[in-house]
């Protein structure tokens, strides 16, 4: 977060989470709050553990790890020796140490009860950001709760969006007692000494016995005609306690630090004309860009913005000739439009770079001669179909999948259909992908990932499905070859390919899958994007439930995930276009018919 003063640089990381404005709200709370608990010490490599080497030299140790010209101090001047041996001037090898650093925990519990309701909770959103970054800095795991809350439900290991409405919403009326601190204590295995242990909450934690061992912090609102303070007391264990008092933000930032952190003051939305208006759209091939088709037969390429905050870009456009059909549309790999348009007798290639050329230029491949070698144009009312670029030994082959799903390259020295009935196509690990059924009375059987390598294919068997598929955006996690890649095995049952078994998923009555992601809490699982029955709510079913990802302001007609970043868009019954990120959390792109249009 560029914007944040020089001061608030070691917390960017934790702070870019919330909308500039209340990153600057919360960040001078950030800094004094750090000041006041200190770092947590790294552990040394030089007091035991494993050994490591040698790092620098020292004036204490043993004579086998004497520096060798004090050797020579012996040989040639021996009272010379003696007396640097009295005087502990003498230099020796300091031995280092390996220690385990991932084996340290910071472990945080906080008080959601009644005694800490309203501005209190600001001061804890602050050291929860002072903490997470604290561990990070030493090399220790973070973990913290919810004191009101269950443990069986698993405690949290980061501080997201996700993690931070949870804890919002556990407002409880149940005050603290020791019961609760007892039962996460054994849930998380403290021990009588944690290492670093914290209880955040009332003054009155430490009452408990069960608090024994754990540092505090005791958070209070000041009482006062007037006053808009916090007095926040850091008791850390073995140390002198030390006090602050905090100036609460303005009144508008305190309720939306309380109520709703993470969105963004909406600004106003791309504004389309009457012929502009989308009509469809679609994901590019590498997944990071928009392919709109448009009222009047026109397309453009979006690029979208990294953050919510982000200006965004202006699209590109491409109108086809008069007479000319829009048949497919892309965006080359090395930068650059890709369009595929016909008229009555020809195919023509728009932005493909021929061998040996800088420029790009139209191209025209007359169907006559390639009948059904070439894609033929989408039938009125569908969007058309996504066009890619492979480049083997520094040439460009043009690969197509039509809307009729039929995969062809297209280039004019050789065009041919490589195949048929393909239900998913996108570029994975950098190279063409696609998921295809084979077509009746081909030995092959079930459903097949082909990716496309130089100049040959290969084909890998998925198993048992009707063909249905979707590609996700983590390519590292799942199936080793297609990434992370759901299938549907029968209506309402899909399952997401792993690299040893595959998880199943049962999709509700009503609701429609438009992707796969990645659940992250309470642990890594592969999970299906969902539209729900009211064509509004989207939600990520995974192994451990249903979670709630966002709402659509209007009913929803076509909605799809990028399968190269995570990212979410759809299509409203009103011409809505919105583009929603899952590490934002928040909507990063909009576009809306002019009123009236």
């Not at 549907?488 to 049952?493: A, E, I, K, L, S």
């Amino acid at each position: 977060m560029s914007s944040l003063p020089p001061a608030l640089h070691p917390w960017a990381t934790q702070l870019a989470i919330f909308p500039e404005e209340l990153a600057l709200s919360l960040g001078p709370y950030v800094a004094r709050l750090s000041a006041a608990i200190g770092a947590l010490r790294p552990r040394g490599e030089a007091d035991g553990g494993e050994p490591q080497g040698y790092d620098g030299l020292t004036r204490r140790g043993s004579y086998e790890r004497l520096l060798l010209t004090e050797w020579l101090y012996a040989l040639e001047s021996p009272d010379e020796f003696v007396r640097r041996a009295a005087f502990g001037e003498q230099a020796f090898l300091k031995p280092a140490f390996k220690q385990p650093q991932g084996s340290r925990r910071t472990v945080v519990l906080m008080d959601a009860g009644p005694d800490q309701l309203g501005a209190p909770r600001i001061a804890h959103l602050a050291l929860l950001v002072v903490l997470q970054r604290r561990a990070e800095a030493a090399g220790a795991e973070f973990v913290w709760g919810v004191l009101q809350s269950s443990p069986d439900k698993g405690p949290f290991t980061a501080v997201t969006p996700a993690t931070v409405n949870t804890w919002l919403s556990a407002r409880s009326g149940v005050p603290v007692r020791g019961e609760h601190v007892a039962r996460w204590r054994e849930a998380l295995a403290l021990g009588s000494a944690p290492e670093d242990g914290w209880l955040v909450g009332d003054a009155r934690l430490a009452r408990f016995p069960e608090a024994a061992g754990l540092s505090r912090v005791d958070v209070a609102e000041v009482v006062a005609p007037g006053v808009r303070k916090l007095s926040v007391a850091v008791r850390r264990l073995a140390r002198a306690p030390a006090a602050v008092e905090l100036e609460l933000p303005p009144a508008d930032a305190c309720v939306r630090l309380l109520r709703d952190p993470f969105t963004v003051r909406a600004t106003a939305p791309v504004r389309l004309s009457r012929s502009a208006r989308v009509q469809s759209f679609f994901f590019s091939a590498d997944g990071s860009r928009l392919i709109l088709a448009r009222a009047d037969g026109s397309m453009a390429v979006q690029p979208l913005p990294h953050s919510p905050r982000a200006t965004v870009p202006r699209p590109r456009r491409f109108q086809p000739a008069a007479g000319q059909v829009l048949v497919a549309a892309g965006w080359r790999r090395n930068g650059g439009l890709l369009a595929l348009t016909r008229d009555d007798r020809t195919l023509w290639i728009h932005g493909w770079m021929p061998e040996g050329s800088r420029i790009t230029r139209p191209r025209g491949i007359p169907y006559l001669g390639y009948e059904g070698l070439l894609p033929d144009a989408p039938a009125p009312h569908l969007p058309p179909g996504l066009a890619t670029v492979q480049v083997v030994d520094d040439r460009e082959r043009v690969l197509v999948r039509d809307a009729e799903g039929r995969l062809f390259l297209v280039n004019p020295q050789g065009p041919a259909l490589l195949a048929s009935r393909v239900s998913a196509f996108a570029e994975v690990k950098g190279r063409p992908s696609f998921v295809m059924t084979p077509a009746e009375g081909s030995p092959m059987e079930g459903v097949w990932l082909g990716l496309l390598e130089d100049f040959h294919q290969r084909h890998v068997p998925l198993g048992p499905g009707d063909g249905k598929a979707y590609f996700g955006h983590v390519h590292g996690f799942g199936h080793p070859e297609a990434g992370l890649l759901a299938l549907r095995h029968q209506p309402g049952t899909w399952q997401v390919l792993m690299a040893q078994g595959n998880v199943q998923l049962s999709v509700p009555v009503g609701s429609r899958v438009v992707g796969v992601g990645i659940n992250s809490y309470p642990k890594k699982e592969p999970g299906l994007l969902l539209l729900g029955p009211d064509r509004r709510g989207f939600m990520l079913l995974s192994p451990s439930g249903v979670r709630t990802v966002t709402r659509a302001a209007q009913d929803v007609v076509h909605a799809e995930a990028s399968h190269g970043q995570p990212l979410l868009a759809w299509l409203t019954v009103k011409g809505e276009l919105v583009v929603w990120s899952f590490q934002h959390e928040t909507a990063i792109y909009r576009a809306a018919p002019e009123e009236g249009s």
